[in-house]
């Protein structure tokens, strides 16, 4: 069952969408997943390369598999390479440890899903997402 | 690169969601593929189950994968069981031989990308395929 | 996150052992996975073989993947042999369609998880899946 | 067919997550496997996120595999690198190479199984296990 609902996994994506033309970033892949790591909602665009949905996906993936924003899964994968390299391995090559996948939090600080941006810089990738959860009322933890 | 302009395949969705209220249908996952078998844009409505995501991009694969809408898939793979299963089993496991993905053609008849629906019976999953298709002003071809 | 309670899970397991004693079932593996598809807990009872981890799980994960108990999964895999295979393609190779997966649902009849039981024949362990649903509470749907 | 009675996997499990309670570990998934690396039992105690199974199993698969603690799999991790990620590779991704996979060793020093936990560092991780492992009379080997 989805537990985000598909209107709000909407909203991320077209404040994400909004914050990349105000800062001029390059074409965007946006998923939305549900706490339990599938995917409420995607959308490309033009222009965006073909493996963004994997690679947004795999952002948001990470950061849910561990509980943590991916910008500490990117810490972790710089510190100890061979416990994420295993973390990607255990889920079937599902991760991708990079900045740019954000956990959405609701009031009482539960994750009730995670944003995963790829298409501009990691850092600009994280600063859409963010934009995204926080326009649709949610608290973003890029960790 | 995106073939299929996003702003299309948004308009794919919506239109697919609208007939499915119309038809009273369950909750639909709808994926949008470009020519390329990429995914362009994906929404899974509430209650909707998990695997939604990859049932319906299943559908779409498996039609751009033989350049045929998916009702010829699954006709194939009634007759032709060890045909579809190897074209399954060579894409990596990408391919949903049923029918409900319809491939999106211009108005030269080229193929562009592929629609794929999952949530209801596959008669009525293609039905919001092929109204989606046809609402974003593309020919639907179901097989 | 977990959305069916650990406390409940192991109730189901006993309660499923229990009802594997009175019937004098072969030795069982339960798997209970919560409505996101991912393991709660599992237990195999000594003399169980090494697989029914894989199996038991495979027939929840059925279950929960298109929302109905895998009494309706293993109809369609005799129906539409090609529809189920497909189903399992694209889920990565973790659906066992065949009787014993059950759909736990709450009072409002909302999906909350699924049991999958292996070891017995599949009725029964489909009875000894709807006995741990029951005691702990919940409604078991076994489709 | 388990070497490892679920009696006892039980025992390593309510074990370890008392000690995880005494340390005030965050929430922690534990993993028993046999000798032959297949899982006996595993528990997901409530909030810890979805990749715990397959985490907590990883640790507890790797050790097995090469009859040495999961302390040592991560040194070698550090040391040879490609020679992990190849163990993991030719395992089909069933490894995850940290410390926290603690052999379960008789009497007579043979290795009957293994308990992986995943949830807290890794160092609490082990600890958990080593705690577990020894409260079910076995001796912990954790490399």
């Given at each position: 069952m989805t537990a985000l609902p598909l209107e709000k996994a909407r909203q991320i994506i077209d404040a994400a969408f909004a914050k990349g033309a105000d800062l001029k970033l390059k074409p965007l892949g946006v998923s939305v997943l549900d706490a339990g790591g599938h995917l409420v909602a995607f959308q490309r665009q033009d222009g965006?390369?073909?493996?963004r949905p994997q690679m947004s996906a795999g952002k948001a993936y990470g950061a849910l598999a561990i509980g943590m924003g991916s910008r500490k899964v990117e810490a972790f994968a710089k510190e100890r390479p061979h416990l994420v390299a295993g973390i990607s391995d255990v889920s079937?090559?599902?991760?991708?440890?990079?900045?740019g996948g954000v956990l959405i939090r609701d009031k009482a600080g539960a994750i009730i899903g995670a944003v995963g941006i790829s298409g501009d810089t990691s850092d600009n990738d994280e600063t859409a997402a963010i934009a995204g959860i926080e326009a649709a009322g949610f608290t973003a933890d890029p960790g």
């Open positions: 965006a390369s073909f493996l079937g090559g599902r991760v991708l440890p990079v900045v």
